[in-house]
Nanobody, 124 residues
Framework: VQLQASGGGEVQAGGSLRLSCLAS????????MGWSRQAPGKQRELVAS???????NYADSVEGRFTISRDNAKNAVHLQMNDLKPDDTAVYYC???????????????????WGQGTLVTVSS
């Protein structure tokens, strides 16, 4: 199972970016998905999460500016980021709680997977 994130880049303050993440592999079911970020010299923080039914949670710092959504048919999660601020500069990671099939030994297992990270840079 892999999570592949895309959509990072550089934008000026006040601009927008859309991050996407696609889960692939021997997936049986995907429950909670989300985005976390880590800025230079800071701890990693949860930005937003979404349940399979669509219930969302946001960090106070992004509430009203960021919108998380998902496509269950494609095992994808997106993060629309508007009104970006320099403090939003960070590496963004997608996460997903996935039930998947293991090949050896043949069994089902559940794990929280992380994507490789995509850099978002907001200039003032």
């Amino acid at each position: 199972v892999q999570l592949q994130a895309s959509g990072g880049g550089e934008v000026q303050a006040g601009g927008s970016l859309r991050l996407s993440c696609l889960a692939s592999g021997s997936i049986i079911a995907v429950s909670d998905m989300g985005w976390s970020r880590q800025a230079p010299g800071k701890q990693r923080e949860l930005v937003a999460s979404i349940s399979r039914s669509g219930r969302t949670n946001y960090a106070d710092s992004v509430e009203g500016r960021f919108t998380i959504s998902r496509d269950n048919a494609k095992n994808a999660v997106h993060l629309q980021m508007n009104d970006l601020k320099p403090d939003d500069t960070a590496v963004y990671y997608c996460t997903a709680d996935i039930l998947y099939q293991r090949s050896a030994p043949l069994s089902n297992s559940r794990k929280n997977f992380w994507g490789q990270g995509t850099l978002v840079t907001v200039s003032s």
